[in-house]
């Protein structure tokens, strides 16, 4: 018996020392919440989960520090020919309002060109609050035009595993046209209610009125219901579900308040106000992630729609997974990464390194 207990803590602890050694830059947090949510302690974690949020609410009232971020002048890329005879584009969106019963803070909202590609805003980026109570917060929200980048779905090594033509970190080749990156969706371990498509075969059955993230063959994304409004086509690349629609029609799902774990997830549940993200495209096609603390499911869906988003999906939540970036490249190595929002805890060179979750590459066309 005492041996029997001796090897089964002897194995215990070289698992977890397996997870915890793991390459990647998540936090030992993550790492112990993922162990255990794949050894049967999944209760147990979700329990913990919501007791640190009861205690840690973030508070209301205030002002962002340092106001809305300015980011700055973007570097010049070399002259391309084709960009002085009509290089085909997005016109730049709207400025997004902030939350409705507040005044604009000096630049919330405003687009600022962070990435340019043959001479043309490829990646615009604006601040703006999540609501009118958490005033202190800035959520980042990112505009991508995909007449000039490309997007790709990319693997982690633990979800959903396996061998890949893709990598589950950016390769120094890729890291010279990248521009921008986002984290997929929840874990797909069920809790997601959705599935995985990708190089011509499924790792997790596709699940009919989810919410699909689509990626084309030709690098272009669209959202929406799964056999609804999305479908496998000829042209589908990859296909990442989570939840149900958020934005469909341009109007937010009206059960983010109401609905149960069912539709939005059974950790914190969806009136909590913790990081969360989001993916959408707008009406001509352009692709919009927003990503921030302070983020309800109704609030994000809120963002998502003044962004011009006309079908959208929530992705993950949590600080350790809400992670977007952009890019600015750098002749002597690895390009200069940015984090999309203040207060982001995943590093900006995340996926510089091996990741565990699956995720969103987007890189400048050719």
């Known amino acids: 018996m005492l041996v029997g207990v001796v ?3 002897a194995a215990v602890g070289w698992s977890v020392a397996g997870a915890l050694w793991a390459p990647g830059t998540d936090s030992v947090a993550a790492r112990l919440a993922e162990w255990g949510r794949d050894h049967g302690f999944d209760g147990l974690i979700t329990w913990l989960e919501r007791q640190q949020y009861e205690h840690n609410q973030p508070p209301t009232g205030g002002v962002p520090v340092g106001g809305i971020p300015r980011l700055g002048a973007v570097p010049t890329a070399p002259s391309d020919p084709r960009a002085m005879t009509g290089w085909p584009h997005l016109p730049a969106p709207p400025p997004l309002h902030p939350p409705p019963g507040i005044a604009p803070l000096p630049g919330e909202g405003l687009w600022e060109t962070v990435v340019t590609v043959h001479g043309r805003p490829a990646v615009r980026v604006a601040h703006v609050r999540p609501d009118r109570e958490h005033t202190s917060f800035l959520v980042g929200v990112m505009w ?60 997790r059955p596709l699940v009919d009125g989810a919410a699909s993230l689509v990626l084309r063959a030709d690098g272009t994304a669209t959202v929406g219901a799964w056999n609804r409004e999305v479908r496998m086509e000829p042209d589908v690349a990859g296909v990442r579900q989570n939840l149900v629609p958020l934005v469909d029609d341009g109007q937010v799902n009206p059960t983010c308040q109401s609905g149960g774990t069912a539709q939005w997830g059974n950790t914190v549940g969806q009136v909590a106000f913790i990081h969360r993200s989001g993916f959408g495209v707008t009406a001509d096609g352009g692709e919009v992630y927003v990503g921030g603390p302070a983020l309800s499911v109704c609030s994000l869906g809120q963002i998502l729609r003044a962004g011009g988003v006309v079908r959208g999906m929530e992705l993950d939540i949590n600080p350790h997974w809400v992670s977007g970036a952009y890019f600015h490249p750098s002749p002597d190595g690895p390009p200069q990464a940015f984090q999309l929002f203040p207060g982001e805890k995943v590093a900006a060179d995340h996926y510089f390194s091996p990741s565990s979750r699956d995720w969103f590459a987007f890189y400048a066309r050719p």
């Open 7 to 9: 090897l089964l803590g």
């Open 144 to 203: 991508i035009d995909p007449t000039l980048v490309r997007g790709q779905l990319h693997p982690g090594f633990q979800d959903p595993g396996g061998t890949w033509r893709a990598g589950t970190s950016l390769t120094p080749v890729e890291q010279r046209t990248v521009v921008a990156v986002f984290n997929g969706g929840f874990r797909l371990n069920g809790a997601g209610h959705g599935g995985y498509y990708s190089e011509g075969r499924t790792a």
